[in-house]
């Protein structure tokens, strides 16, 4: 089955510095790969995804990057401010198929400090 | 558009008492559902997964089980909760023609 390790375990930065989280997964087949942020005490939300067959994706200060050779794919939060503090999720899946399931990485833990 | 309920949002219960969580999607069909459980620390554990109604996948053996006695409910259970059984409990839906899982609120169950 898949296998998804995520790192840092925890990260700080201060206001203002980019964050960059990083995740490798172990399924060649594997195409979609979402991520989530968790505020304390709250659900996991998707805050970006990206498809095998592309290389980048941006949304304001977000962005994924996916290298399917490597089979890795990072998360890039630029300008950070305060309210990016949360936990933060990777996961590997497929788009198709009745029963896969979607393999998580066990979080990040960013701390932005004012 | 399509919402995931869970509850209830809170619950402290004694150990040797039963449980009893619902989640329910509305706005798709026959989608794949699934438990999660949060303990100490942040990770995801996935309990249980389900494909279609009666057809519960466990991936944990323990104290739980589950059912998803409709197309768009899905049930945790347990007969008689243990301290261990404290955490959050998560639900989610997947679309499984995008690919993208969603979360349902969340139910913090405390056993004392």
């Known amino acids: 089955g898949e296998n998804v390790e995520q790192h840092p375990s925890t990260l700080s930065v201060q206001e203002g510095d980019s964050a960059v989280i990083k995740c490798t997964y172990s399924d060649s087949a594997s195409n979609y790969f979402p991520w989530y942020k968790q505020e304390l005490g709250k659900r996991p939300q998707l805050i970006i995804d990206?498809?095998?067959?592309?290389g980048e994706k941006k949304d304001q200060r977000i962005a994924v990057t996916l290298n399917k050779t490597a089979k890795h794919f990072s998360l890039h939060i630029t300008e950070t401010q305060p309210e990016d503090s949360a936990v933060y999720f990777c996961?590997?899946?497929?788009?198709?198929?009745?029963?896969?399931?979607?393999?998580f990485g066990r979080g990040t833990s960013l701390i932005v400090h004012p | 558009s399509q919402t995931i309920h869970q509850w209830p949002a809170t619950l402290v219960q004694p150990v040797g008492s039963p449980l009893s969580l619902e989640c329910t999607v509305e706005?798709?069909?026959?989608?794949?559902l699934y438990w999660y459980r949060q303990a100490a620390g942040r990770g995801l554990q996935l309990l249980f997964y389900s494909v279609g109604i009666g057809q519960i996948s466990s991936e944990v053996p323990q104290n739980l089980s589950a059912s998803r006695p409709q197309d768009r409910q899905f049930i945790l259970s347990s007969k008689k909760l243990l301290l261990s059984d404290s955490g959050f409990y998560l639900c989610a839906w997947r679309d499984r023609g995008q690919g993208k899982a969603f979360f349902g609120q969340g139910t913090r169950l405390t056993v004392v």
């Open positions: 706005g798709t069909s026959n989608p794949n």
């Open positions: 990206i498809r095998s067959n592309v």
């Open positions: 996961a590997a899946s497929l788009t198709a198929g009745g029963s896969y399931i979607p393999t």
